[in-house]
């Protein structure tokens, strides 16, 4: 319990750039809200996407070539993990996000 204790405690204490954290917080909240209601969105048409993908792959009208997946994972996974680890490192900014992000998802329904 120390450790939440502490995570609220810097939460509602202190100032970034002479602002309270909280007010910080609001701009990746809305963001999160966005990004949150758009994924839900867009979440169906992926689907469709991907069903649309493979049976054209399927059909041998398209062809998935897994080692330039492969190649492509290898070359941006560490830069997309890298960029997740500084956003959900800044605390305020990493908590008013994913709280926006669950909240955009659940008012898309």
Do not use: E, R
């Amino acid at each position: 319990m120390g450790i939440m204790q502490d995570i609220l405690g810097f939460v509602t204490s202190g100032s970034i750039a002479g602002l309270p954290p909280i007010v910080v917080m609001i701009i990746p909240f809305v963001i999160g809200i966005i990004v949150g209601y758009l994924i839900f969105k867009f979440l169906k048409i992926a689907i469709i996407a991907i069903v649309a993908v493979a049976i054209v792959a399927y059909l041998g009208l398209f062809g998935l070539n897994l080692n330039a997946m492969k190649g492509l994972a290898d070359k941006y996974g560490p830069m997309a993990i890298q960029y997740g680890t500084l956003l959900i490192g800044i605390l305020p900014l990493g908590i008013g996000f994913m709280v926006g992000l669950v909240i955009g998802f659940i008012l898309s329904k």
